[in-house]
DNA sequence: TATTGTTATACTCTATAACTATA
DNA sequence: TATAGTTATAGAGTATAACAATA
């Protein structure tokens, strides 16, 4: 009943007490559970959060390069490229050469990439507000005890 | 200077105002934060975070098998045979045969996996210390700005 | 039939180094 | 020389399917 007692009825009787009295493996059970309410809000249809997030900021600054965009996003620049390959194949974002650097290429969203991001945010409000509520419910004040919190949402 | 704002004063003027306003985001970066200051604390010749906690819940649960671990720290059977394999090589952990089951592998830390592990809890308590000394400085109330602050550890 | 440990496969992610074309 | 985009590579992590031994 306690909110730092994450524990699940149906598992069998293991002491986790030691990780589950870390931060560290608190916030990364949350971290999942966090993503993985987020995936039922997208869909089987829908972006991975990458993707999603890629979008999100190329859509607030239109004409970001590829450099600026994965250090924004804290991802290696090699990664950006197998990302925008994709998201460019699937005519969500386009790769316009700068003319005034020709080693910039210059990001925008496509319309289609602007639909698919709009109908990502109303679904990401999904989640959000069923995360919301979870967490109204009863809050917990301290950190370890809100992160199991947020950890056992639809657990 | 507020806790809801967690730009860093060298990168570029990106508008990343969207994903920095989600918890989804905020969780993924403070857990990334988290896991840096662990391995921070383990330093370059410690063990990797899932090992760690593999032997964690094998010192308290001795005589665990091989599937009940995996479910404990919600990880695939398949991937707890490679990571076993690493730390019975190791000397870290022993796998006997059950005589009830001879289905089941029974775990048990050695005397070095016991060192391993203790040396580690205190290098992992030195992270804990660090991390509480941060939030203790001024803790946010709200779960989006306590997430950026988590965030911002050593960032 | 069901379960444990295992192998195999495939895809994603992370982290580097190095190449090319530009500047 | 430095930077942007790219290629290549290697190591983790994730997710499944399937197999042998055992129950």
Redesign the interface.
Known sequence: MADAEPERND??K??????EG????A??????A??AD?YRSFGKDGLT?VKF?VL??I???PG?NQA?LA??L?VERPRMVPLLNDLEKSGFVSREANLHDRRNKSLKLTDAGRLMLDEH?RR?SD??AR?SAW?AES?PED?LS?LWK?ARLRA
């Open positions: 598992a069998p293991i002491d986790m007490s030691y990780l870390t931060i560290g493996y916030i990364r059970r949350a971290q999942l966090v993503f987020i959060v997030s999100a900021v859509a607030d600054n970001i600026m250090e924004a804290d945010k990401f989640h959000e995360l967490l809050r950190v809100l947020v």
